[in-house]
Each structure stands twice: as C-alpha cells, then as structure tokens.
C-alpha cells in the first residue's frame, strides 16, 4: 500500500533531485522510497552482523581438535 510522504527540504536540494530524476528515468519518490530501502537493508544487516567477541571465537574449537568425551573430561576435572 503506498502513502503520501511531504518531505521539507532545501530548493537547491529539490532542484538537483528533480535533475537527477529526469537523468536517471526515475520519479523523485522511487529515488527516495529506493534509498529508503537501502537504508533498512543496511540496518538489517547490521543487525546480523557477529559481535566482536564472538567473531574472535570462531573456529576456536575446530572439528576434529576435541572430541566431546575431551571436553567432558576438561569440564569434570576443572569443576569436580
């Protein structure tokens, strides 16, 4: 469903938008609903990114290092 959306901006910057508008094809709205879109992509994406800490983590414990009956036996003798 699209919905109007009045936007308050500078003349010259509505000005180089219409240019670029009639430049690239594309009306003035699908120029902002398209950065819009890149915008909540990139937050999408950053929400998936790993924290630090975690990314410092990955592959400490690679396949084939420890066996699980390894680790039990580190995790008994560490805490029993």
Do not use: C, H, W
Not at 28 to 38: M, P, R
């Amino acid at each position: 469903m699209n919905s109007k959306l009045t936007l308050r901006l500078d003349e010259d910057l509505i000005q180089s938008a219409k240019s670029y508008s009639a430049k690239t094809g594309k009306s003035v709205s699908k120029i902002v609903a398209d950065y819009f879109a890149l915008i909540n992509k990139k937050l999408s994406d950053r929400q998936r990114e790993i924290s630090p800490l975690t990314r410092s983590l990955r592959g400490s414990l690679k396949k084939g290092k420890l066996s699980e009956k390894d680790y039990k036996k580190y995790l008994e003798k560490k805490y029993l």
